[in-house]
């Protein structure tokens, strides 16, 4: 865990900056910067190029998307969090935020109290999906195998403490069946082993899961979303399967720093909403798989503090610490 964080708290040692000044003009008066916690590529960095232009167009002025990984995408939170709390420097966040103050022995900002919202931007539904040769053909057959074979079904995820690994342990949870968690170094090698039937099971985003479905190389039994996707209509959501408590989407919204100007953050959450009505971004993201959530921000707010309860006790009964 200290190897973890030492990068971290470097990080925001170099880019700590005094309280902002007033700034010579209303805002924005120069460029915003929007800061990605992942390489690019990704969910968070496909998102964030998809809404800057637009939102570059509302505020008459370019956000240009940063991509700065490290630390689950804890170091780009923790710049923002240090940074003037002025609007200039925005964070592109995710479901793991949530996950973060049950994982991480010490996190250097508070994730309620040390950012301002600008609002949510989409969410994506999860969907459980199997190798081919196992013999279950919805959820609750799934559950009946594990459970009448304790330990035979092994799941996969992209890393400990990613949204796939929590997935599995609520299913656990939600059922009792004893069920190994097998961690990857991404997605993309889960995946891999699970057409290849080393792993039996993924709790997989549904983005990534799409072409290996459509090409039927795995079988899907249940979206997680609180509705049938349109991507997948004949397969039912995890409430339909008989399982409510397993309703999980990966969600995406944006954060600036704490003590930001409620008037800076009403013209971010602005263009925002402008740049998710765009009918060629909603559909851009809609073919990634996410649904847009244009709000307002306190409701993002609302959600961030909803879901760290939510999840903390599955953390913490699963022992799951960040890698």
């Known amino acids: 865990m200290r ?12 880019h700590a900056s005094p309280p902002a000044f007033a700034q010579g003009g209303p805002f924005p008066s120069k460029a915003v910067h929007l800061l990605v916690g992942a390489p690019p590529g990704g969910s ?8 800057a232009q637009k939102m570059g167009d509302t505020l008459g002025q370019q956000v240009v998307v940063e991509n700065k990984p490290g630390a689950g995408s804890m170091l780009a939170a923790g710049i923002v969090a240090k940074s003037p709390a002025d609007g200039y420097t ?7 935020i949530s996950f973060a103050p049950s994982m991480y022995d ?22 459980v999906i199997i190798n081919k040769s196992l013999p279950a053909s919805s959820l609750q057959e799934l559950v009946a195998l594990a459970r009448s074979r304790p330990r035979s079904v092994n799941f996969g995820s992209g890393g400990s403490g990613s949204p796939q690994h929590l997935a599995g342990e609520l299913l656990k949870s939600l059922t009792g069946v004893q069920m190994s968690h097998v961690p990857y170094k991404g997605t993309g090698p889960a995946m891999t082993d699970l057409i290849g039937g080393q792993i039996q099971m993924l709790i997989e985003p549904l ?36 399982f409510a408590g397993l309703e999980v989407t990966a969600w995406y919204g944006l954060l600036a720093a704490a003590g930001t100007p409620p008037d800076v ?3 971010i959450n602005t263009a925002l909403n402008r740049a998710l009505a765009d009918p060629a971004t909603k559909t851009n993201l809609q073919l990634q798989g996410i649904d847009v959530t244009p709000g307002a921000p306190q409701v993002f ?12 006790p599955v953390i913490q009964n699963a022992g799951i610490k960040a890698d």
């Open 106 to 127: 010490k996190l250097p900002f508070d994730p309620l109290k040390d950012f301002s919202s600008g609002g949510e931007v989409g969410r994506m539904p999860l969907v």
């Open 3 to 14: 190897q973890l964080l030492a990068p971290l708290v470097v990080a925001l040692a170099c």
């Open 207 to 242: 983005a990534s899961a799409l072409p290996q479905i459509r090409a039927d190389r795995v079988r899907a039994l249940a979206v997680t979303g609180a509705q049938r996707s349109a991507s997948l209509p004949d397969i039912p959501t995890s409430r339909e399967a008989g």
């Open 265 to 267: 953050m009403a013209k």
């Open 90 to 96: 925005l964070f592109m966040t995710n479901s793991s």
């Open 301 to 312: 707010t609302s959600l961030i503090a909803t879901e760290i309860a939510r999840w903390k």
């Open 44 to 51: 968070n960095d496909v998102i964030a190029r998809a809404i």
